[in-house]
């Protein structure tokens, strides 16, 4: 099983930048895709982008289109999610996973089998 460790999260006023990062180790020839959510409260964890693992082809939703950036640095097996231009509604706990098989979806969050731990993101206005 793949295991997954994200930093970078914290409070960032709105307009501001922000960088979580997701290492990963044990068998990560195994990851296919590595996917963001996140969850606000009460609500169900939604996606928020993914990079496939062998080629870096890069998806996202449509709400952080153009303000968000995923990168890869596979020698470090590190995963990157650049935000910016954050909004007060970007607030929410912010998880990184990771998932062996194209079986469901991208954006289902039943298609992946590792989770880190989440980081919690603050935009205040």
């Known amino acids: 099983q793949v295991q997954l460790v994200e930093s970078g999260g914290g409070l960032v006023q709105a307009g501001g930048s922000l960088r979580l990062s997701c290492a990963a180790s044990?068998?990560?020839?195994?990851?296919?895709?590595m996917g963001w959510f996140r969850q606000f409260p009460g609500k169900e964890r939604e996606f928020v982008g993914a990079?496939?693992?062998?080629?870096?082809?890069?998806y996202y939703t449509d709400s952080v289109k153009g303000r968000f950036t995923i990168s890869r640095d596979n020698a470090e097996n590190t995963v990157y999610l650049q935000m910016s231009s954050l909004k007060p509604e970007d607030t929410a706990v912010y998880y990184c996973?990771?998932?062996?098989?194209?079986?469901?979806?991208?954006?289902?969050?039943?298609?992946?089998?590792?989770w880190g731990q989440g980081t919690q993101v603050t935009v205040s206005s």
């Open positions: 044990g068998p990560t020839y195994s990851i296919y895709d």
């Open positions: 990079i496939r693992w062998s080629g870096g082809s890069r």
């Open positions: 996973a990771a998932r062996r098989s194209p079986l469901y979806g991208l954006d289902n969050r039943n298609g992946y089998n590792s």
